[in-house]
């Protein structure tokens, strides 16, 4: 069932196109039904690009990556990215431990940047959006650090933390903006985005 101010989604078939469990809970706690299609896509980007701009351009890769065939006329496909910026640098996920405790140390004690890049698709119509969050960080010790990413495995989360996990209750001091865009789906401005088509 799909919320009430959203009854124009009914001609659609809504296709989220993420693995991550994530960003599946955040489409299903705004009352949207929904099936998953995944497939792999080479996450690249042009060099020299303005890094606030990689995650729209990267979901409209991902969602380019589904071709007509693929997507029936009554589809409508979200595709969504999401980066860490740090001091120039886009942190996205850990390749292994020591990766994920150089991506930690690199956030302690500092405020970073969250973006989100969304792409909704229908047959007639397909809207791109990035939305962003600044999130500042306690400094977090070497024993914190090891604890959370060996208890918690952030491996498949860019800048190698989830903001609802335990690394968020002990060491975010201050958040700028939405806190479910930095869980990976800025849900206010998708809501808005939805309503339109």
Not at 14 to 29: D, H, I, T
Not at 117 to 129: I, P
Request: proline letters at 4%.
């Amino acid at each position: 069932m799909k919320a009430d101010m959203l009854t124009n989604l009914n001609k659609y078939q809504v296709v989220l196109a993420s693995k991550s469990p994530r960003r599946q809970e955040l489409l299903r706690g705004m009352g949207i039904d929904f099936m998953v299609l995944t497939k792999d896509t080479i996450e690249v980007y042009p060099e020299g690009k303005p890094l606030e701009e990689v995650p729209k351009y990267l979901s409209g890769i991902k969602s380019l990556n589904y071709n007509d065939r693929e997507l029936p006329s009554d589809y409508l496909l979200i595709t969504s990215d999401t980066v860490v910026i740090c001091e120039g640098e886009i942190l996205g996920k850990p390749k292994d431990k020591e990766d994920a405790a150089r991506m930690l140390r690199l956030l302690s004690g500092k405020t970073h940047r969250v973006v989100t890049g969304v792409t909704v698709r229908s047959a007639k119509k397909c809207e791109s959006f990035a939305v962003s969050s600044d999130v500042t960080f306690a400094e977090l010790n070497d024993e914190e650090i090891d604890y959370y990413i060996d208890t918690y495995k952030p491996f498949d989360k860019a800048g190698a933390y989830g903001i609802q996990e335990w690394i968020g209750y002990i060491g975010i001091t201050g958040l700028e903006g939405s806190f479910y865009n930095v869980m990976g789906l800025p849900t206010q401005r998708l809501y808005q985005c939805l309503k339109g088509f």
